[in-house]
Each structure stands twice: as structure tokens, then as C-alpha cells.
């Protein structure tokens, strides 16, 4: 008898591992995309990845992410990345729910493994006497109990899989995060920098023309001007005031939002930012095939796919048979002095050596609405993809675009900076020898400054725009240290 049942007992064995090397999770497809061979918008940036730049491509959620900040060149900056990945809140809200993942995937994997309890305590029973007055006595019971279930048709793995992949998503997610706070740390500085230069011209003109009046009040006091030409000075003494008081409002409050990207109230932020010095970082695009694995939010659209496909296998598994294996040993007597006893032992198998298999027949069309669920999450999920990865080629057109234009309109403006100074001082001289109406000066001066501040403007675009690219690519390279230059005089 025995080795009948050990026979049936390997038998079982054998079929259970040939079952559970079935899997119904339908294989995975990444949707297809024509690539084109380069950038739209690439000109000569640099159209192919060079050997030493570029890191291999390989998805976001599997390297850590890079400090692209350093091409800059400053130190203050380079600070203020590392404080940021340390306080800021939005990253730590991220890590944590890394951290969830993460442990969501060991809870699913622990289903591969057999699960074991042990228990000790008395039970209080009666007996029925067939008529006459039952017995009453008490039970003591130490035993351990192992449940197992086998996994068949891969429905664990599935499981499994899917944990995974979330995990993965979550990671790749959590890059994004670092990656948008870096950018945003990044963008408000070089505005506080580009404001900073506003604030300082601002003030310079605001000076001109508080001495400019001053000299006009003195003149109108000899009768050498009209009354009209001090009241000119004034409107333009009162519209620079007006405008530093403008540049200094919206400078505090990028500093407002600096600080709360540091993880700190505005009121604990000690910083003092120079003038904006020209941006010079030129940034390589790559090839359009790096993109689709080196940004982190394609990279978390791949792993929400793969996770939902899975789990397509884990529905489809529902309707095969299940196999559970279960079985309890341990001591069992009315005395509790003689529970360790040898003889008191006690085994429990179940049904066919341990095992009891289910297969399921009729419930009402549920888990054929599982798995149309199943599917059409997987296919929101393809359609996710798709857009994240049209989108991510869009930013990187359009950012490659912002810094063409505004690269040559800061050729531009350079221009007609210098030109503008030459009339200004032309026309101060003239007025000054009594050739030209003074308005013809406030005219020019008028023109010099918004030349300068328009200058000063773009400069800040152009450090934004490189920025942008940077987060448009994903963020993921080396720059050799000879090259981390960014800025010049």
C-alpha cells in the first residue's frame, strides 16, 4: 500500500511541475513606430551619437539618473541640484511609493513559496450519547500546518510578473520625478539670474534718470528748458521705478518657489544670485531610437504594459484547474502533561495525498469579464505608450526649435544693443550742444534699454530652452569633464 501511494505520489509530482511549466501569459509586443533617422530639428547639433557622450541606451528605470546639471558649470547650481534631491518633497513622496512597489512584488513572490504555521492551544467539545447525556472533555493540540499552491498554468508567475513590472514603473516614474524637480530647480534659478540682470539695469536707469532730472530741475531754475522737458524726465524716472518694483516682485517670487523646490519655507532661503552670463552648452539630440529607452516616462509606459499583459495571464489562468496541497502534524491529547508524548502524534493529509484540485465550471460569466477587463486595460495602457512616445518626440522638436530661433535672434538683438548705444550717446552729445529736442534722448535711451532688457531676456530663454532639452532627452548622458564649460564672459 505504501508504495502504491508513493508511486501515485511521485506520479503527482511530475504532473504538477509539467502543469506549472504551462503559462498563458500571451507574449508581449512593443508597438512598432517609424523612427526617422534623425531630428527635424537637429541642424548641425551634432545628428549621431558620439562614442564617449553618449551613455548605451538602455532603459530609464535600470541606470541611475545622471548629474546633467554639472555641464553648466556652476558650482551654485551644482548645490542647489543635491539639496533639492535630498528635501524636496515631491522626490520623497516618490521614493515612497518605490518603496511600496517594491514591497508589493516580495508579497507576490511569496506565493511561490509554501506557507507554514504553527499552533498551540486547548479545544472544549461534547459528544453526543445517542440519547443518553454526552461527555464533555477538553482538547489540547500542538501542531504545524503547511499549505502550498501549485502554480499551475503560470497564474503565480503572472502574478509575479506583474508585481515586477509595477515596481519597474514606479522606478522609472521616480526617475521622472528626479528628473522634473532637477529641470524645475534648474529653470528657476537661471530666471532668478536672468531677473537679477533686469533688476541691476533697472536700477542703473532708474539712476540716469534721477540725475537726469535733477540737471533738467536745475536747468528749468536758469530758464535754459521748457517745463515740458522736466516733465518728460519725470514720466521716465517714474516708469523705470515703476518697472524695477515689477522685476523685484516677480524675482521674489521665483525665489518663493526656488525655496519650496529646496524643501524649505521662502523665509529660511539665504541666496544671492549674479547677473545671467550668456549659456553656451550645446547638447547633442542623438539618434530618435535612444529616446524611446532613455526617457524615464516611455520607460514607465513600457513597464505599466508589460504589467497589465501579464496580468492578461493571470485572468486567462483563472479558468484552468487549480491545485492546492495542504497537510498538518502535530500532537494532539486530553492531557495536557502527555501532548509531547509519541504516541499522541497526529497527521492530516487532504484528498489524493495532499492535494485537492479545483476546476472551475459555472460563476456567472466573472472571470470572463475579468479578463475582457484585463485586455482592455493592457490596450489603454498600448495607447499610453504611443502617446508618451509622440509626445516625448514633440518636446524634443520643439525645444531643439527654441534653441535654433533663439539663437539666432540673440544675434540679432546683440545688434541692435550696440546699435541703439551708439544713438543714445550720439543723441545725449547733441542735446547736450543744443542740436536736438530732448525728447529726441528719451527716445533713445528709451530704445537702448529695451534693447538691453530684451537681451537680457533671451539670455535667460536660451539657459531655459537648453534646460528643456535636457529634460526632453531623458537626462541620461556623460559629458567628459574637459567640456563642462557653459558660460563665458
Same mark, same amino acid.
Given at each position: 500500500? *505504501?508504495?502504491?501511494?508513493?508511486?501515485?505520489?511521485?506520479? &503527482?509530482?511530475?504532473?504538477?511541475?509539467?502543469?506549472?511549466?504551462?503559462?498563458?501569459?500571451?507574449?508581449?509586443?512593443?508597438?512598432? %513606430?517609424?523612427?526617422?533617422? #534623425?531630428?527635424?530639428?537637429?541642424?548641425?547639433?551634432?545628428?549621431?551619437?558620439?562614442?564617449?557622450?553618449?551613455?548605451?541606451?538602455?532603459?530609464? !528605470?535600470?541606470?541611475a539618473p545622471s548629474p546633467w546639471w554639472t555641464v553648466f558649470g556652476d558650482p551654485v547650481?551644482?548645490?542647489?541640484?543635491?539639496?533639492?534631491?535630498?528635501? *524636496?518633497? !515631491?522626490?520623497?513622496?516618490?521614493?515612497?511609493?518605490?518603496?511600496?512597489?517594491?514591497?508589493?512584488?516580495?508579497?507576490?513572490?511569496?506565493? $511561490?513559496?509554501?506557507?507554514?504555521?504553527?499552533?498551540?492551544?486547548?479545544?472544549?467539545?461534547?459528544s453526543s450519547g445517542d440519547g443518553a447525556p454526552g461527555t464533555a472533555q477538553t482538547l489540547?493540540?500542538?501542531?504545524?500546518?503547511?499549505?502550498?499552491?501549485?502554480?499551475?498554468?503560470? $497564474?503565480?508567475?503572472?502574478?509575479?510578473?506583474?508585481?515586477?513590472?509595477?515596481?519597474?514603473?514606479?522606478?522609472?516614474?521616480?526617475?521622472?520625478? &528626479?528628473?522634473?524637480?532637477?529641470?524645475?530647480?534648474?529653470?528657476?534659478? %537661471?530666471? &532668478?539670474?536672468?531677473? /537679477?540682470?533686469?533688476?541691476?539695469?533697472? #536700477?542703473?536707469?532708474?539712476?540716469? #534718470?534721477?540725475?537726469?532730472?535733477?540737471?533738467?530741475?536745475?536747468?528749468?531754475?536758469?530758464?535754459?528748458?521748457?517745463?515740458?522737458?522736466?516733465?518728460?524726465?519725470?514720466?521716465?524716472? %517714474?516708469?523705470?521705478?515703476?518697472?524695477?518694483?515689477?522685476? /523685484?516682485?516677480?524675482?521674489?517670487? =521665483?525665489?518663493?518657489?526656488?525655496?519650496?523646490?529646496?524643501?524649505?519655507?521662502?523665509?529660511?532661503?539665504?541666496?544671492?544670485?549674479?547677473?545671467?552670463?550668456?549659456?553656451?552648452?550645446?547638447?547633442?539630440?542623438?539618434?530618435?531610437?535612444?529616446?524611446?529607452?532613455?526617457?524615464?516616462?516611455?520607460?514607465?509606459?513600457?513597464? =505599466?504594459?508589460?504589467?497589465? *499583459? =501579464?496580468?492578461?495571464?493571470?485572468?486567462?489562468?483563472? %479558468?484552468?484547474?487549480?491545485?492546492?496541497?495542504? @497537510?498538518?502534524?502535530?500532537?494532539?491529547s486530553t492531557e495536557l502533561g502527555h501532548l509531547t508524548n509519541w504516541s499522541q502524534r497526529?497527521?492530516?493529509?487532504?484528498?489524493?495525498?495532499?492535494?485537492?484540485?479545483? &476546476?472551475?465550471?459555472?460563476?456567472?460569466?466573472?472571470?470572463? =469579464?475579468?479578463?475582457?477587463?484585463?485586455?482592455?486595460?493592457?490596450?489603454?495602457?498600448? @495607447?499610453?505608450?504611443?502617446?508618451?512616445?509622440?509626445?516625448?518626440? #514633440?518636446?524634443?522638436?520643439?525645444?531643439?526649435?527654441?534653441?535654433?530661433?533663439?539663437?539666432?535672434?540673440?544675434?540679432?538683438?546683440?545688434?541692435?544693443?550696440?546699435?541703439?548705444?551708439?544713438?543714445?550717446?550720439?543723441?545725449?552729445?547733441?542735446?547736450? /550742444?543744443?542740436?536736438?529736442?530732448?525728447?529726441?534722448?528719451?527716445?533713445?535711451? $528709451?530704445?537702448?534699454?529695451?534693447?538691453?532688457?530684451?537681451?537680457?531676456?533671451?539670455?535667460?530663454?536660451?539657459?531655459?530652452?537648453?534646460? !528643456?532639452?535636457?529634460?526632453?532627452?531623458?537626462?541620461?548622458?556623460?559629458?567628459?569633464?574637459?567640456?563642462?564649460?557653459?558660460? $563665458?564672459?
Open positions: 500500500m *505504501n508504495r502504491h501511494l508513493s508511486l501515485r505520489a511521485v506520479a &503527482l509530482a511530475v504532473g504538477v511541475m509539467i502543469l506549472s511549466a504551462c503559462s498563458v501569459v500571451p507574449v508581449e509586443q512593443r508597438p512598432a %513606430f517609424e523612427l526617422p533617422a #534623425r531630428f527635424a530639428e537637429a541642424g548641425q547639433l551634432m545628428p549621431t551619437e558620439e562614442p564617449g557622450r553618449w551613455q548605451p541606451a538602455e532603459p530609464a !528605470d535600470r541606470q547650481l551644482v548645490g542647489l541640484e543635491e539639496e533639492a534631491l535630498q528635501a *524636496n518633497p !515631491d522626490v520623497a513622496i516618490a521614493m515612497a511609493r518605490l518603496q511600496q512597489a517594491r514591497a508589493l512584488t516580495a508579497r507576490s513572490e511569496s506565493a $511561490r513559496m509554501p506557507a507554514i504555521d504553527a499552533g498551540f492551544g486547548p479545544t472544549r467539545q461534547r489540547w493540540r500542538a501542531q504545524a500546518s503547511v499549505a502550498y499552491e501549485a502554480d499551475l498554468f503560470g $497564474r503565480v508567475s503572472a502574478s509575479v510578473a506583474a508585481a515586477q513590472a509595477d515596481a519597474a514603473q514606479q522606478q522609472a516614474l521616480a526617475h521622472q520625478m &528626479l528628473l522634473l524637480v532637477q529641470v524645475d530647480v534648474a529653470r528657476t534659478y %537661471f530666471s &532668478l539670474r536672468q531677473l /537679477e540682470g533686469e533688476r541691476r539695469l533697472l #536700477r542703473e536707469t532708474v539712476a540716469l #534718470r534721477e540725475e537726469a532730472a535733477g540737471l533738467l530741475e536745475r536747468k528749468l531754475g536758469l530758464g535754459a528748458v521748457a517745463s515740458y522737458v522736466l516733465d518728460q524726465a519725470r514720466t521716465e524716472l %517714474f516708469s523705470a521705478r515703476a518697472e524695477q518694483v515689477a522685476v /523685484e516682485q516677480q524675482q521674489a517670487l =521665483a525665489a518663493h518657489a526656488l525655496a519650496t523646490l529646496l524643501g524649505k519655507s521662502p523665509a529660511a532661503l539665504a541666496l544671492q544670485v549674479a547677473p545671467l552670463t550668456p549659456v553656451t552648452v550645446q547638447l547633442p539630440p542623438g539618434l530618435p531610437s535612444a529616446l524611446l529607452e532613455r526617457r524615464p516616462d516611455i520607460a514607465a509606459a513600457e513597464r =505599466a504594459m508589460a504589467a497589465e *499583459n =501579464a496580468r492578461i495571464g493571470a485572468a486567462k489562468a483563472a %479558468f484552468f484547474p487549480s491545485l492546492s496541497l495542504t @497537510g498538518a502534524f502535530g500532537y494532539e497526529t497527521f492530516l493529509l487532504g484528498p489524493l495525498v495532499g492535494t485537492a484540485l479545483s &476546476l472551475p465550471l459555472f460563476d456567472g460569466g466573472r472571470r470572463q =469579464a475579468e479578463l475582457d477587463r484585463a485586455r482592455g486595460l493592457y490596450e489603454e495602457r498600448v @495607447g499610453a505608450y504611443r502617446k508618451t512616445v509622440l509626445q516625448a518626440f #514633440r518636446e524634443v522638436e520643439d525645444s531643439l526649435v527654441s534653441l535654433r530661433t533663439v539663437d539666432e535672434r540673440l544675434v540679432h538683438q546683440r545688434g541692435a544693443e550696440q546699435a541703439s548705444s551708439s544713438v543714445a550717446r550720439s543723441a545725449r552729445s547733441r542735446f547736450d /550742444e543744443g542740436d536736438v529736442d530732448y525728447l529726441v534722448v528719451v527716445d533713445a535711451e $528709451r530704445t537702448l534699454q529695451r534693447s538691453r532688457l530684451s537681451l537680457i531676456q533671451s539670455e535667460g530663454e536660451r539657459a531655459r530652452s537648453t534646460v !528643456d532639452l535636457v529634460r526632453a532627452l531623458g537626462g541620461g548622458w556623460a559629458v567628459p569633464p574637459a567640456e563642462r564649460v557653459g558660460t $563665458r564672459d
